[in-house]
Structure formats: C-alpha cells, structure tokens
C-alpha cells in the first residue's frame, strides 16, 4: 500500500510570508503526526491529530497550526514565516492511539524562509 | 515531562565490530521504547521496538528500567548499517500521548 505522501517537496518562501504543507497518511491510519527536524534540534514534536482533533501540541508558537480532515488527510500552517522556521517538517501516520509508537514517516517537506 | 538522550552526535566503527548505540530516557511512567534509522535518502522508518523483542537486521535493544537505557547493539557491524539512529519514546500523560525523538547518533562504519 502506498505510503505516507507530502506534498510540496521543496519550498522557498521569504519572511512574512505564510505556508501550508499537506499529508497523506497510509491509507487507514487515522493518528497524524507532525515535526520539525533540524540539524541542531533533531526532531521537535509539533502536534498529533486523531480523528479530525488536535490530541497534543508542542512547545511552538502559535503561528504554527493544523487540522485534520475526516479523510485523516492532514495539513500544517505556518503564518508570518521566519529565517529559523526553514527545516524539514516530517508528517507521520499511525493505525490508532495505541500504536502511536509505531510511526510511518513522509518524505518530508523542506522549507526553505529566506 | 519525558525525554530522550543520545549522547554520541556520531560513532565510527570498523566492519566487523560490534556496534553500541547508547540511548538514556527520562519519563514517569511505563515507557513504550522505539529505535528509527534512516539511511541515506530514504525516509525515517522504524527500526525496532522493545515490547517485541525482536531483533532486526542482526539489531537488538533491551529495556533497562533501572538504568533507564535502551541501548542499541549489534556483535558485527555492517557496511550497509551507516545510517542515522533515532531513539524515541511513547508517553502518555494525562489523557495526552506523544513521541519523543533523541537528537539521533550517526552510525558510520568505516570498511
């Protein structure tokens, strides 16, 4: 079965601007979940979505926001963009809440904020 | 709150010796533990779990809740082994759950 699906791959974006990342996860997992991964930071959990929710969210600012769709399609918000925003955002799926240890990574989505 | 330490940024091993990926964790709770590995140009998959106790690719960790450590081994190590390691951990807290991921250690065995 296909796996999870980011879309754009790559993106470039100056300050101030906004961006929205959209996933797809496995078909028939409904948990998704999002991080950013940097090289100094390693991977910082953003939020985790079930069944159209926000379950839990991390530690980031508020321009950084989700939703979930009754599909578990996913997308992640980024308003008023700056320089340290640029990182590899990764989305996960996961079957249930039980097995939400076990995730299924995207490829990613580079953004690039210059 | 609950964390994960990988203390080694990159560890280098010749072909043929045996490989210890050191991982610490901080959590209140019953942990769920996870190893991920993502070698190069591919997508950041999972590699293991501790609950099954199986051992993957010649890999096993052993959950030490005394030491609170879920080191990753492996007696031979392989070329095709260089790859990033993730260590993580599942918690629940409160009705919340998440996974937290060590900032990861650079497996790079030299032939």
């Known amino acids: 079965k296909a796996g999870v699906t980011q879309t754009p791959r790559y993106l470039i974006k100056t300050r101030g601007q906004q961006v929205t990342l959209s996933c797809s996860p496995i078909s028939g997992h409904r948990s998704v979940s999002w991080y950013q991964q940097t090289p100094g930071q390693g991977l910082q959990f953003l939020f985790e979505?079930?069944?159209?929710?926000?379950?839990n969210k991390g530690n980031f600012p508020g321009r950084f926001s989700g939703r979930q769709f009754s599909n578990s399609r996913s997308e992640m918000n980024v308003s008023t963009l700056e320089l340290g925003d640029s990182a590899l955002y990764l989305c996960a799926s996961s079957r249930n809440r039980d097995a939400a240890g076990e995730l299924f990574f995207g490829e990613g989505s580079r953004l690039t904020v210059l | 709150a609950q964390r994960v330490t990988q203390p080694e940024k990159l560890l280098s091993v010749f072909k043929g010796a045996p490989v210890e990926l050191k991982c610490n964790y901080s959590y209140s709770g019953s942990p769920e533990l996870f190893w991920y590995v993502q070698y190069s140009r591919q997508r950041l998959q999972l590699l293991l779990r501790h609950i099954s106790r199986e051992s993957i690719k010649g890999f096993t960790a052993d959950l030490n809740k005394g030491e609170t450590s879920f080191h990753l081994k492996k007696p031979f190590a392989q070329e095709e082994d260089s790859a990033m390691y993730y260590c993580a951990l599942h918690g629940r807290t409160g009705g919340y759950q998440k996974v937290t991921f060590g900032t990861g250690t650079k497996l790079q065995v030299i032939p």
């Open positions: 979505y079930f069944s159209e929710t926000q379950r």
